[in-house]
């Protein structure tokens, strides 16, 4: 039954195309933002760190927070009908959760692939670039400037810290869901 609900769940993201692009785009931008802050802050110099530093790490996680919630809003706001035409047909409060959450979770897992895969093919060109014979001075530091955009466990943590936000964001809508009854289907959403 689970995959079943998680299959269901990414169809019903990947039909609404427009807020799943914008959604994606902005989680995107969000996470490879949020990385790039956990790096700063795990691999830079405890003594010379900055308080600014420091508020841009904070920011992109309130942020982060901020928009989860949006966006299960958002899906729960605009599937109303449609969660209240599954309850008629006998699907229950938690099936109903596990559906939203596997749309939500979809979007954060489509946003992460699309930011390993940026991080991935601009590291393999830089280092390519860098591995070419060159006449031109200064590029025999080979290895200082093939580095990573990004190291691995900042990349972790920020994926981490979605998917909490995402449940973060589910459970403050959740009593939404409850509330929601099934003669809700059978009236016309203006």
């Not at 959604?23 to 995107?28: S, V």
């Not at 982060?64 to 299960?72: D, E, F």
Request: charged share 15%; glycine share 4%.
């Amino acid at each position: 039954m689970g995959l079943r609900l998680i299959g269901k769940s990414i169809k019903m993201a990947m039909r609404s195309r427009r807020r799943f692009i914008v959604f994606t785009l902005m989680y995107t931008v969000l996470m490879a933002w949020m990385a790039s802050n956990f790096e700063s802050f795990i691999y830079g110099d405890p003594a010379t760190r900055t308080n600014q530093e420091i508020l841009m790490l904070a920011i992109s996680i309130v942020s982060t927070l901020i928009l989860s919630i949006l966006y299960a809003w958002i899906v729960i706001n605009y599937r109303k009908r449609e969660i209240a035409t599954l309850k008629c047909i006998g699907y229950t409060n938690a099936n109903i959760r596990t559906i939203i959450i596997g749309e939500l979770m979809w979007v954060t897992l489509i946003s992460f692939i699309l930011v390993a895969e940026v991080l991935i093919h601009t590291t393999a060109a830089v280092t390519y670039f860098y591995s070419q014979p060159s006449n031109f001075p200064g590029l025999e530091d080979y290895s200082i400037k093939t580095r990573p955009l990004l190291s691995i466990w900042p990349i972790v943590i920020t994926l981490a810290m979605f998917v909490v936000a995402q449940i973060l964001g589910i459970l403050v809508m959740y009593s939404k869901i409850l509330k929601l009854r099934p003669i809700v289907a059978l009236r016309i959403l203006k």
